[in-house]
């Protein structure tokens, strides 16, 4: 480490306002990829998928999914 830096702080020297003021230094440098619209997958495309017994009797009690 050259002695012109200084240690890195460790997180409990962190407090969230820096966190946030850090994150907002550093959006210029971060590009968003462009929207895309999601398209519907046909079910004979997915392959490979295991759903546990219990957890599709999970999803089959739930409302929104089952009925």
Request: net charge neutral.
């Amino acid at each position: 480490m050259s002695k012109h830096m200084a240690p890195a702080p460790t997180s409990s020297d962190f407090t969230l306002k820096q966190l946030q003021g850090d994150c907002a230094r550093m959006v210029p440098h971060w590009a968003a990829p462009q929207a895309s619209a999601a398209s519907p997958v046909p079910p004979s495309h997915i392959h490979g998928i295991v759903v546990p017994p219990k957890s599709a009797r999970l999803l089959d009690a739930m409302s929104e999914y089952g009925d």
